[in-house]
């Protein structure tokens, strides 16, 4: 892979889109391998994904704009396409992905975010759809994902204005759930940058979420993201299946099994995913 770095880190795995130079904009070939890097997780041992970008300047600073710039109409077309099958295989991705977004998310930088379950981001991170600036529309998802995340009044007012967004206004309209800053000593000097501290909270989330009945964890996934796109009604019939679901996993009589032992000196082992 030339611009996917994947890192397995004990029950998580930490994805970096790795193309610095042009600001880990998406090509073609980014969103190849991504995809190619999704389809080789091994879902028997890894339990959460991380997202993340190369360098501290940015996430993703959008669809590569060189490539866009000489399609036509049904390339257009077919370049969208290409991104939302990879985001849309993120989305429902059966584990929990995390982006760790550090620096710009503008464009198919904030789509890919949205894609994912959770967003926290560094200080300097910046969110935007600038598309319009550029003669389009959002292409990767985001005229749906951002009006489903942060309600259609902010997302028509950020995609009609092309206007970025800083680290606070994306906390405070709910893009992202957490903004973290630099670690500083008593004197003031840098010990860990925002980038730094941000990643160790994403990848202790992720180990966090790993220690939790693996089947249990994705059929939640499955549950909200599901139950999300029909009413109340269907919402909790689709519920009451997958929380059924659980009862015939291994996992399950462990947990409860263990949370009715009254033996104080019992070690709670690992879910065993089955
Ligand atoms: N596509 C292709 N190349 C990009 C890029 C993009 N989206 N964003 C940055 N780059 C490249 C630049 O061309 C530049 O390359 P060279 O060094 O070869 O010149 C390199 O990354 C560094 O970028 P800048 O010199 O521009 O860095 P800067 O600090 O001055 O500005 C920036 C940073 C504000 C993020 C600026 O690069 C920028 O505005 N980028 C484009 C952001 C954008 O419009 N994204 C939306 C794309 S459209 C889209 O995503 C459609 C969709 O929904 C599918």
């Known amino acids: 892979m030339e611009y996917i770095l994947y890192e397995q880190k004990g029950a998580y795995a930490v994805i970096t889109i790795n193309r610095e130079k042009a600001l880990n904009a998406l090509n073609s070939q980014v969103l190849e391998e991504l995809d190619a890097t999704l389809?080789?997780?091994?879902?028997?041992?890894?339990?959460?994904?991380?997202l993340t970008g190369a360098g501290a300047k940015?996430?993703?600073?959008?669809?590569?704009?060189?490539?866009?710039?000489?399609?036509?109409?049904?390339?257009?077309?077919?370049?969208?396409?290409?991104?939302?099958?990879v985001?849309?295989?993120?989305?429902?991705?059966?584990?929990?992905?995390?982006?760790?977004?550090?620096?710009?998310a503008l464009g198919g930088g904030c789509?890919?975010?949205?894609?994912?379950?959770?967003?926290?981001?560094?200080?300097?991170?910046?969110f935007g759809q600038p598309e319009v600036g550029l003669g389009i529309t959002p292409g990767f998802g985001g005229t749906q994902r951002l009006a489903r995340l942060v309600g259609a009044g902010y997302a028509k007012q950020m995609i009609y204005t092309a206007r970025n967004i800083k680290a606070a206004e994306a906390l405070r309209i709910g893009l992202v759930n957490e903004v973290?800053?630099?670690?500083?000593?008593?004197?003031?000097n840098v010990v860990k940058s925002a980038q730094e501290v941000m990643l160790a909270a994403a990848e202790?989330?992720?180990?966090?979420?790993?220690?939790?009945?693996?089947?249990?964890v994705r059929n939640c996934k499955k549950a909200i993201n599901e139950g999300l796109d029909v009413d109340m009604d269907a919402a909790i019939v689709i519920e009451e299946k997958l929380f059924g679901d659980c009862f015939e996993t291994q996992d399950?009589?462990?947990?409860?099994?263990?949370?009715?032992?009254?033996?104080?000196d019992k070690v709670k082992e690992p879910f065993k995913n089955a």
Do not use: H, W
Request: hydrophobic residues 45%; negative net charge.
């Open 180 to 188: 973290y800053s630099a670690e500083v000593d008593a004197e003031g």
């Open 87 to 104: 985001f849309r295989k993120l989305e429902t991705f059966p584990l929990p992905v995390i982006a760790a977004i550090n620096g710009f």
């Open 252 to 264: 399950q009589q462990y947990g409860m099994a263990f949370f009715l032992d009254k033996n104080k």
């Open 39 to 50: 389809e080789a997780v091994d879902l028997s041992t890894v339990r959460a994904l991380v």
């Open 58 to 85: 940015s996430f993703v600073a959008g669809a590569d704009i060189g490539e866009m710039s000489t399609l036509t109409k049904a390339e257009g077309e077919a370049f969208g396409k290409k991104g939302n099958d």
């Open 111 to 126: 789509e890919i975010a949205m894609s994912c379950d959770i967003r926290i981001c560094s200080d300097n991170a910046v």
């Open 204 to 216: 202790k989330m992720a180990a966090g979420i790993a220690k939790n009945a693996p089947i249990a």
